[in-house]
């Protein structure tokens, strides 16, 4: 580095030469000084990046915005150890992920921005053989390729910066709902695993396409953010993690449905941040078919005949019948937030919740076979505290206690009495209407794939799944060589409300009753 400077220093003396300007009446010394001072102000520039958040970004994706001009770059990175609590299930270590910012300032109010995310070390492709069927007491075995890892654009968007108020983002955008889902930098919280509300009822990280105008007001009183964007994709929703696996992600998204999203949060102290957000979405994109005593509709009973004429008749008509009664489910999603910081002591606590209404929630229970929660919710708070500030280390160690609930099935759907009616009409409908027509919209609560709850046991379709109704609380510590560093190291005690003894580890190693020691390094740069 020191060659580098001096390299430049001889530069500038050439070039000064070259122009003449030892012509001048100032004297090689006053020269030399001069040079060496915009050399050093030249390394101070250089040497000094600012960590602060711009708009409830993380620190190092806010570079870009602190820049004079030019390219910008920053990343952060988590690397993790997992310690289950039962001899059932083993443990694993992951570079969970390693992610790159690349920014460019084109002037003062146009600014580019994105992020680049390596999960689980990269991509790799493998084959895997199992089990598909039993017949006769011979396994029917499959192979298949499976993909571990990922690499993904988290965002990438143009931001038009008109004036502090007014401001104009457009492109591949982190959705503001919640606090993690845009202020997800591992440094910036204590925990190795980001709150599971946050992940799950909020599904960090959360991204989709579309454009959002965003500003301060009131001398930065007040920030607020309204973004329109495509929607999420009904078609994988699930019980466990809810609309998690809608996420588009940007890649060849579905944009037929779009949602709305808008969020506030108040700064009226030094320290203390409330705000709140809601969204609104859809999620059908022409995939989603109304349910009820119409779609038992015995469409040879209508068109008779088993000529190519009927045929193609009855097709045409079926077709086009269906494609009319195609609904848009909305997904509702309400959080409320809070945040306080003051010396040594932290604070920060969330409540989140969903909702669907009925009917679409059986219109997505049809086309998934899944139980679909129609209401969700979930809730923290997270309190630490740097103890290192009470010996007057010139480093920060925080000590930390989060409790959470989730529920992704805090309500389901209830619609038992209208499906027994409507097999009752058909019953008497004088062939119109299928007797035996398969409604799979109160399926089981919980997949054939895993050890079924008592619920099902008992035949009661439709139920909630008491697994996932969940509760985690975290305690650990939190520790800062550098304030881009950290190492962490805490406890997960999870419990859920299922007590049958099948949704034990032995039986069921993916439930929710398996304590874990988490321990991790992360950094920001």
Known sequence: MKTKYKLLFTICIWFLGFLGIQGQNVSTEEKIKILEK??????????????????????????????????????????????????????????????????????????????????????????????????????????????????????????????????????????????????HEPTTFFTVERPYTESVIIPSTWRDIGIMAHGKLFNDLLLYKIGVFNGLDATSFSEEQWIRGGRQKGSKVKAQDLAYVAAVDVYPIEGLTIGGSYYIGGSGHKDVEKVDVLSRIDWNFVIPGSDDVSKNLRSYVEKSYKNSRKINPLIHLAEGHIKFEKDAFYFQSLLARGWIKEDEVRALNSLTNKNIGSTVEGAYFNVGYDVAKIFRWNK???????????????????????????????????????????????????????????????????????????????????FYPHPNVSIKLDYEDWSSKSKYYQDSDFYNQSNNNIDVVNLAITFIF
């Open 396 to 478: 920060k160690l925080v000590l930390f206690y989060q409790n959470e609930y989730i529920n992704t099935q805090k309500r389901t759907l209830r619609d038992g009495a209208k499906i027994y009616f409507e097999k009752e009409i058909a019953n008497n409908s004088g062939g119109l209407l299928k007797t035996t027509y398969t409604d799979n919209s109160m399926p089981n609560s919980i997949s054939s794939t895993e050890v079924k709850s008592v619920y099902s046991q008992l035949g009661i379709v439709g139920a909630p799944n008491p697994v996932n109704d969940r509760r985690i609380q975290t305690v650990g510590l939190a």
């Open 38 to 183: 915009e050399i050093e102000q030249l390394k101070e520039k250089k040497a000094t990046k600012q960590y602060r958040s711009f708009q409830g970004l993380g620190p190092a994706a806010s570079g870009v915005y602190y820049v004079d001009d030019g390219l910008s770059w920053g990343g952060y990175g988590e690397i993790k150890y997992k310690n289950y609590k039962t001899p059932y299930r083993a443990d694993f270590a992951d570079v969970h992920r390693l992610i790159l910012y690349a920014g460019y300032k084109f002037n003062d109010w146009i600014i580019f921005n994105s992020e680049t995310e390596y999960e689980h070390a990269g991509i790799e492709i493998k084959k895997i053989t199992f089990c598909e069927d039993v017949v006769a007491g011979n396994c029917k075995k499959k192979t298949e390729k499976i993909q571990q890892g990922e690499v993904y654009t988290e965002f990438a968007y143009v931001d038009f910066l008109f004036s502090d108020a007014f401001q104009i983002a457009a492109g591949l955008q982190l959705i503001p709902v919640g606090i993690t889902n845009i202020y």
